[in-house]
């Protein structure tokens, strides 16, 4: 006997990955991230808590996470196209919920794998909404 069409369809929606990182989303922590998506100068700085780097404001254990794009994290952190590589990779890394939408994305980048349940990353969530709701930043058309 076969299965039903209905239950292969529930067993594959059961299985899914959680949705995409949105380009508007992405966009949008990076706006938040480096006040107003722009490299920063220098690309390093201290925020008080240690080093962060590039548009997204990564750290080097961040980087490591995000799987050591192009071998050299101070090389990484100087190129727009790694940078965005590390952040889809480690967000691909960290959130796995079928259920994840840009809040969820945008609190694991900010807290860390459990950025979601964190007080502390609601503020940025709260920055990176704005700037979604309010259109401040959106990608360049492909």
Not at 22 to 47: I, K
Request: proline residues 6%; hydrophobic residues 35%; contains cysteine.
């Amino acid at each position: 006997m076969r299965p039903s069409l209905h239950l292969l369809l529930v067993m594959t929606l059961s299985f899914t990955a959680a949705d995409e990182l949105t380009d508007e989303c992405l966009a949008c922590m990076c706006f938040v991230s480096s006040n107003g998506c722009t490299m920063p100068e220098p690309v390093c700085q201290n925020n008080g808590f240690g080093e962060v780097c590039g548009p997204w404001a990564i750290t080097l254990y961040y980087w490591m996470d995000g799987g050591h794009q192009d071998g050299d994290f101070y090389k990484c952190v100087e190129d727009w196209d790694c940078n965005e590589s590390t952040v889809r990779s480690y967000l691909n890394r960290y959130v796995t919920s079928p259920y994840a939408d840009c809040q969820y994305y945008a609190r694991t980048h900010a807290g860390g794998p459990n950025g979601p349940n964190l007080d502390f990353t609601l503020d940025y969530w709260f920055q990176v909404k704005a700037c979604l709701d309010y259109s401040l930043f959106t990608p360049s058309p492909a």
